[in-house]
């Protein structure tokens, strides 16, 4: 075999290794893309549980407005109309941790039962 020959056959390895890797991230990036769509279905399918079962959700208070409070919890942000409410709610309680059940109105998940900790 003359040094050309070589060079291609060289060449044409590391060009074959180039593809595998490529082919392998693509991979590996649809397999993310399908579990993080798995996680997200079980996101949306634990809100309902925890709908059905009026179970507490643990929330930090983060926003307040005339007629909404804003919480984060583990579901992302929610809101609760201040109808909602037992009590007043004041500046001091921002940051505060709370509970609250869940509620599905008006084609999206609202907060009721407010409960500081």
Same mark, same amino acid.
């Given at each position: 075999?003359?040094t050309?020959?070589y060079?291609?056959?060289y060449?044409?390895?590391?060009?074959?290794?180039?593809?595998?890797k490529?082919?392998?991230l693509?991979?590996?990036?649809?397999?993310?893309?399908? =579990?993080?769509?798995?996680?997200?279905?079980?996101?949306?399918?634990?809100?309902?549980?925890?709908?059905?079962?009026?179970? *507490?959700?643990?929330?930090?208070?983060?926003? =307040?407005?005339e007629?909404?409070?804003?919480i984060?919890?583990? *579901?992302?942000?929610?809101?609760?109309?201040?109808?909602?409410? %037992?009590?007043?709610?004041?500046?001091k %309680?921002? %940051?505060?941790?709370c509970?609250?059940?869940?509620?599905y109105?008006?084609?999206? *998940?609202?907060?009721?039962?407010?409960?500081?900790?």
């Open positions: 075999m003359s050309d020959d060079k291609n056959l060449w044409s390895v590391i060009h074959k290794r180039e593809e595998d490529i082919e392998q693509s991979n590996h990036i649809e397999m993310k893309n399908t =579990l993080l769509n798995i996680s997200s279905e079980n996101i949306e399918l634990n809100k309902r549980i925890d709908l059905l079962e009026q179970n *507490y959700i643990d929330g930090t208070i983060i926003g =307040l407005s007629k909404f409070i804003t984060k919890c583990k *579901y992302g942000e929610m809101s609760i109309h201040k109808s909602q409410l %037992n009590n007043e709610m004041f500046g %309680n921002m %940051n505060r941790q509970k609250f059940k869940l509620k109105h008006i084609n999206k *998940y609202q907060g009721k039962d407010l409960i500081l900790l």
